[in-house]
């Protein structure tokens, strides 16, 4: 993964490597081969819900004052309010860490796709351009994963 991704670096500071490359990624009309169409579609399926994923996460709310209160003042009412908030926020987290389970057990998957085989990495870029755009927009997702859950800190 390290070539794969240090083809991508357009640092001419890069003192490792005296070859440049020179490639052309068109994420807007990349279209997979049938060689990497099973798993474009396996991939484009976990990425239908990153959107909604992003939302919720971007409008997500704690009930720390809720369960503060109810643990400060346990009457059966601040515990039922308490209850009440957190209930739907545990089913959010838990679509939270479903969904991360699916970019878990994709990434890899795209990473040997894309890093195996006797090509040389910029081939794979070259060629299989669609999974780079996938693997892309899930690099995308997780920075904006957690920049919007650092937000709420």
Request: aromatic share 8%.
């Given at each position: 993964m390290?070539?794969?991704?240090?083809?991508?670096?357009?640092?001419?500071?890069?003192?490792c490597?005296?070859q440049?490359?020179d490639?052309?990624?068109?994420?807007?009309?990349?279209?997979?081969?049938?060689?990497e169409?099973?798993?474009?579609?396996?991939?484009?399926?976990?990425?239908?819900?990153?959107e909604?994923?992003?939302?919720?996460i971007?409008?997500?709310?704690?009930?720390?004052?809720?369960?503060?209160?109810?643990?400060?003042?346990?009457?059966?009412?601040?515990?039922?309010?308490?209850?009440?908030?957190?209930?739907?926020?545990?089913?959010?987290?838990?679509?939270?860490?479903?969904?991360?389970?699916?970019?878990?057990?994709?990434?890899?998957?795209?990473?040997?796709?894309?890093?195996?085989?006797?090509?040389?990495?910029?081939?794979?870029?070259?060629?299989?351009?669609?999974?780079?755009?996938?693997?892309?927009?899930?690099?995308?997702?997780?920075?904006k994963?957690?920049?919007?859950?650092?937000?709420?800190?």
């Open positions: 390290g070539k794969l991704l240090s083809l991508l670096s357009r640092e001419d500071s890069n003192c490597t005296k440049k490359y490639v052309f990624l068109d994420f807007e009309n990349a279209q997979p081969t049938e060689a169409e099973e798993l474009f579609q396996e991939v484009h399926e976990v990425l239908q819900d990153s909604s994923i992003l939302e919720d971007q409008f997500y709310k704690g009930a720390g004052r809720e369960i503060r209160e109810a643990i400060a003042n346990p009457t059966p009412e601040c515990q039922a309010k308490a209850l009440a908030t957190v209930l739907p926020l545990v089913s959010h987290l838990k679509r939270f860490y479903l969904f991360s389970t699916q970019l878990e057990s994709i990434v890899p998957k795209i990473l040997l796709q894309l890093c195996s085989g006797p090509e040389p990495p910029a081939q794979h870029l070259d060629t299989q351009q669609a999974l780079v755009k996938q693997f892309a927009e899930i690099l995308e997702f997780v920075l994963f957690d920049e919007y859950k650092v937000s709420k800190k």
